[in-house]
């Protein structure tokens, strides 16, 4: 579920993104992750991820899957003065709500929130390499995902 969080669409104007505190961003990404369950069991993923960047707006598309697990998130978020916020889903589990944090720079710590959910997210993107790191509250635990362009 917090995978949902990082999921999202929209639409990139390459002057735009260049200026964006979203910047670098935008496109299309995929790589290897893990996600791991209340239980404790882990699974290998492959995720794919479409970032859509105009001026302080960002949409996302995030999908993950292994042979026994899949998740898809979308978030529409903005950035004012090193602020982030916007609202997130994952349709797969009929589930979204609310993303609050700060950023810049490629780098994004935020909080993601529905009714009985929480996920601690944090994004870093370098270059054509970005790192997901996603912890919840519920029965899914963790996921780390690398993706490159």
Known sequence: MTAVLMTALATTT???AQSSTFAGMAGTWS???????????????RCRSIYKVIGASMEMALT????????????AVVSAGGEVSGTWSET???IGGTIQGRGAGGSFQVIAQAAGFAANI????TGNKQQIALRADSVFRAANISLSK
């Open 14 to 16: 390459p002057s735009h």
């Open 31 to 45: 790589g290897p992750g893990t996600v791991t369950l209340d239980d404790g069991s882990s699974e290998r993923i």
């Open 64 to 75: 993950c899957a292994s042979d026994a697990y899949r998740f898809n998130l979308q978030a």
């Open 92 to 94: 797969s589990r009929n």
């Open 122 to 125: 944090s994004l870093k993107t």
